[in-house]
């Protein structure tokens, strides 16, 4: 017999869990990660059959709509309060020390909001679309959802991602530092299309996007890019928009800066110049060292980062251990992410595993026998244009320190003897 269930020395099921808990939240507080089976309880173990083997489980439908585990409570978004003055104007980041593969969940995706989460509802959304056309528009989410549609998976990365390390390291976990991109798959109608039943005429150029918000937040964007790749979205990984990612219809800009992508999407305007708003001149331009600002750079470079091991889930313990991390590109497919163990002296080309896509996330992985020696983790993406991702030198040499947005330098981590990683910067 395995393990007597009425056996009256064996602690209650509610006092086991207790215990278990406790032993749990001892090991959250020493290493920063959660309980693992040496740190639970042993009678849960094969070959004894477990508590949760020896009770009914809730039946279907106790959860209409599906959580994680508890007891994955803390992969959750967070802030940095002093970041910002209001949470309406502010940001909150992706777990991506927490996660694999490419797809972001929902829950997840990181979000930025300048003036707080719209709540449309959509039986009064409508979508106009005006300015230099034979045939103004007003769509309704129905009439949306009538034209052809098409599914795409892109990364958004905000302009501001790593915005706070130009000055040198200053956030201490891949979440804050890289944490403002997601890589989502998207449904909904090629731009083009209703650009096309709209009917532009000969002198259109550029196109503007207003969102419904409290910012009534709006963009300038080149009408070529909005005939070639952009998309009006209503789902995003099968179900429609979260009510953060712009329920129920954004502006999807594959590869282009994040603050472009519009939620909320009520007015597309054509006209035959840039509007000049104020996310495209006061905000979302670069200082450069010369006192001058840079206009209009839509695109995002290449950029990686090793998300484990990492400051918020360091390693536990000599041994085999997979580096794995996230690579991306504005420009095209990632074609190779290298990973240096020491500071950038040598590289190895890393495994990318599973889709390679264009203006999407990659994962690649590295396999490494650590004997606990102090290493200074790095990963370099290289895209298909041949573009290679600087270090933070060479960028702070073209661009000085007084950027916000557009920092995709190379990332260093130092892994300690302890199995603590920390963010620095080597010279
Ligand atoms: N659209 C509207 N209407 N209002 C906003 O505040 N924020 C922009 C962009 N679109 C914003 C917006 C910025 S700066 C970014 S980085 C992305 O949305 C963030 O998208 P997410 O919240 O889905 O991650
Ligand atoms: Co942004």
New binding site residues.
Partial sequence: MLDDPASASRPSASRRRFLAAAAGAGALAASGRGANAADGNPKNLPPNVPEWTRVLGDGVAVRPYGQPSKFEKHVVRRDVAWLTASPESSVSFTPLHELDGIITPSGL???????GIAEIDPADYGLMLHGLVDKPLMLTLDDLKRFPRVNRIHF?E??ANSGMEWRGAQLNGCQYTHG?V?CVEYTGVPLRLLLQEAGLKTNAKWLLAE???A?A?NRSIPLEKALDDCLVAYRMNGEMLRP???YPARLVVPGWE??I????LRRLKVGDQPWYTREETSKYTDLLASGRARKFTFEMDAKSVITSPSPQTPLRGKGFTVISGLAWSGRGKIKRVDVSLDGGRNWRAAKIDGLVLDKACVRFYAEHDWNGEELLLQSRAVDDTGYVQPTKAALREVRGINSIYHNNGIQTWRLLPSGEVENVEVS
């Fill in positions: 995706c990181f979000e930025r909001h300048h003036a958004l905000c302009a403002m997601h969102g419904a918000d910012a937040m953060e990612q712009g994040g603050n992508w519009v939620k909320w």
